[in-house]
């Protein structure tokens, strides 16, 4: 089990550390610095005349900086520490840290400050999955500099750390003998810089995708930020702090991509810090009435790297988008299918999901004519290539059976689709959500295709077919005797019948027959799958229920945020209020962040969300879940000249004041509050709304 480890990040470039701030190389947990999926520090330790530090305190400045109070040794109540080191560490144009130490006694003393540095230049997969490296390192020494270096082939890292202080610098780190007089100090900076090979012959910083940022202008970049964003004002503080908490990790995970000219969401931290088609959607979705610059480039960018050819290593097809883009080692040898991969069979249809959704918000008509190609490659795709049993469902199997993944949903763990008896279902699998995207794609490709692309016939012919699509998925997929929907058909077309969280995306979708939204609405808020903090992924009923299983029981708040927009939608807002409520509550106990997932116990067992023990934290669609969360609260709706509002607040909270919210109509003011009546029955909301300039 891996100790306490804290987190500083800019984009996909991050440190983790212990809690006096250093680096000890783990063979299977990421500590160290990373960048663009390699690890350029894997030792990075501070010791005062031989010996480590310990922690005193820490402040957290902000996601790119941190500051530590040590002192060598344990004091005691008996002897105080007469040396104390403040140990301060960045991210900007590059990874700095700033040392000050001082002198607390009456005589001068002799200190010797040592950094051991190392860099293993592992691909994250290779940590992951316990690979060794097979290039070369080397090291090289200069006046106040280290430079660390990893070749193998064209493939080349390297590490260059400085001082701004004379060192000793040997093969392993650098050493600083000083002498501090009687309270006298004495300050230092290092700076790591991180390089990969351009793989012409040249070399480039990392950091130039930022543009070579300093600290403050990260600073000023996140202060715009998050001016920019609706300002919100709310009787409930934990929804106060988890908004600001999620605006501020969203911020945080914003990466330039060397394919991409805006910053693009990033997934989550410490494994999946880089693009992915399904994440980087629905952060998007998430986050539109809140932060909608994050969607043009995620839409560009997906539709520049859509897929135009059959190869089954990397599972590309012509109109598909992406699962995931890695830059390391094992991407660039093909040892992993990652540059792209991609293996997942909801992006495509969610892709024209949001950039429907997109236009509805911004009323940007020119980007929905302009990637019209790339819309209708991947509405093209759903019935030419998804439809892999010709039943007129979309359905996924593994055509890398090397390394690539088996469930290709957003649960896609190798034991997250099963019956309720536990055997796994053959391949291909069509689970049950994936058809709601169809339907959805299909109804909204069609709205662009008549709106804007001027093709009424094609336009029709989508109707058409999300008509027949609704109709056959309600025959198939209907379970009539338990009152669910299944979770997948196997091969054969039989249901797979396990009870899960995925049909709540069927009520995001609108594929839902009305008679048959209120057994679903039950069924997810009913004590097999609703933890009283939010819906479990599986029902405990189902014989793979684990509660800290990853897709098999535990929680996930982007889940659970999809699930309150479907509710919603079905005007279930009682339903949508106590998830929103759970996952809110739950915040709390995270300091306001939301982590990837939680456990599945029951909140009456627990008292506390328990925390799932390797969730990304942040992560990029949990932060969006806040905002989500908060948009189905308040009943946010777009329209072509205002937005609409029509609040719905859980018990806990009395007030929601959502200031200059931008779209379409320009920025708008959305207000929700509760009115107790003196009959004592459940109080009830009401609205007022304010346009913008």
């Not at 202080?165 to 040997?170: H, I, L, S």
């Not at 839409?299 to 598909?320: H, I, N, Y």
């Not at 709205?447 to 989508?462: I, K």
């Amino acid at each position: 089990m891996i100790d306490k480890t804290l987190s500083i990040l800019d984009g996909n470039t991050f440190l983790v550390t212990d809690v006096r701030g250093d680096v000890v190389m783990s063979p299977d947990f990421p500590t160290g610095l990373f960048s663009f999926d390699t690890r350029f520090l894997s030792t990075w330790v501070l010791r005062v005349n031989g010996e480590r530090l310990n922690p005193l305190s820490r402040s957290d400045l902000h996601f790119f900086e941190t500051r530590f109070f040590l002192v060598p040794g344990r004091p005691t109540h008996y002897v105080n520490a007469k040396i104390s080191v403040i140990r301060e560490q960045s991210i900007g144009a590059n990874f700095v840290e700033r040392l000050v130490v001082l002198n607390h006694d009456i005589e001068p003393v002799d200190v010797s400050v040592r950094i051991d540095v190392d860099a293993d230049f592992a691909d994250i997969f290779e940590i992951k999955e316990h690979q060794p490296k097979r290039g070369v390192r080397s090291v090289s020494r200069g006046d106040r500099r280290l430079h660390l270096r990893y070749e193998r082939d064209t493939f080349r890292r390297d590490t260059i750390v400085s001082s701004d202080k004379p060192a000793t610098v040997d093969d392993g780190g650098m050493t600083f003998d000083i002498r501090l007089e009687p309270h006298g100090r004495w300050d230092a900076e290092l700076q790591v810089e991180p390089i990969i090979n351009r793989g012409d012959g040249g070399s480039a910083s990392v950091w130039e995708a930022y543009r070579g940022r300093i600290r403050p202008q990260v600073r000023e970049e996140l202060e715009n930020w998050i001016d920019r964003a609706p300002r919100l004002a709310s009787d409930y503080e934990p929804l106060t702090t988890a908004y600001k908490r999620s605006l501020y990790d969203l911020a945080a995970m914003r990466y330039a991509s060397l394919t991409a000219t805006s910053p693009i969401p990033t997934a989550g931290l410490p494994w999946f810090m880089t693009l992915f088609g399904r994440d980087s959607i629905f952060v998007s979705l998430q986050t539109l009435p809140f932060a909608p610059t994050l969607t043009p480039p995620v839409l560009r960018l997906l539709s520049t790297l859509q897929g135009t050819v059959f190869d089954d290593f990397r599972e590309e097809e012509p109109g598909k988008i992406l699962h995931e883009f890695r830059y390391g080692e094992s991407a660039a040898f093909e040892e992993q299918p990652h540059s792209p991969y991609y293996g997942s069979a909801d992006a495509t249809p969610l892709f024209v999901i949001l950039l429907d959704e997109y236009e509805r918000w911004s009323g940007d008509v020119q980007t929905v004519r302009d990637l019209e190609p790339q819309a209708r490659a991947a509405l093209n795709w759903i019935d030419e290539y998804g439809d892999l049993s010709g039943n007129g469902y979309v359905s996924y199997w593994r055509r890398n059976t090397r390394n690539g993944l088996e469930n290709q949903c957003w649960k896609d763990s190798w034991d997250a689709i099963s019956y309720r008896d536990g055997r796994l279902p053959a391949l291909p699998r069509a689970t049950c959500e994936l058809q709601g995207y169809a339907y959805d794609a299909k109804v909204r490709g069609a709205r662009m295709a008549r709106e804007f692309w001027n093709d009424h016939v094609y336009a029709d012919q989508l109707e058409r077919e999300a008509a027949r699509l609704r109709e056959r998925f309600n025959r198939d997929f209907w379970l009539e005797e338990e009152g669910y929907y299944a979770l997948a058909l196997d091969p054969d077309g039989k249901p797979v019948d396990a009870l899960a969280s995925n049909m709540g995306h069927l009520l995001w979708s609108g594929i839902v027959e009305p008679e048959r939204a209120r057994s679903v609405a039950d069924h997810l808020l009913g004590p097999r799958l609703f933890s009283g903090w939010g819906v479990r992924t599986l029902s405990t009923a189902e014989l793979r229920y684990n509660p800290v299983g990853y897709h098999v029981g535990a929680v996930w708040p982007f889940d659970n945020s999809i699930i309150a927009w479907g509710l919603s939608r079905y005007g279930f807002r009682d339903e949508a209020a106590r998830i929103a409520d759970g996952m809110i509550t739950a915040s709390g106990y995270f300091d306001g962040r939301l982590p990837e997932a939680f456990a599945g116990y029951e909140r009456s067992l627990t008292g506390y969300p328990v925390e799932y023990p390797t969730a990304c934290s942040p992560q990029g669609w949990s932060a969006g879940a806040t905002l989500l969360l908060l948009r189905t609260m308040l009943g946010l709706s777009p329209y072509p000249d205002h937005l609409a509002v029509d609040p719905y607040l859980p018990a806990s909270v009395g007030r929601i004041e959502l200031l200059d919210v931008p779209g379409r109509w320009g920025r708008a003011d959305a207000f929700g509050r509760r009115i107790h009546r003196g009959d004592g029955h459940r109080s009830e909301p009401i609205a007022r709304l304010t346009q913008g300039d």
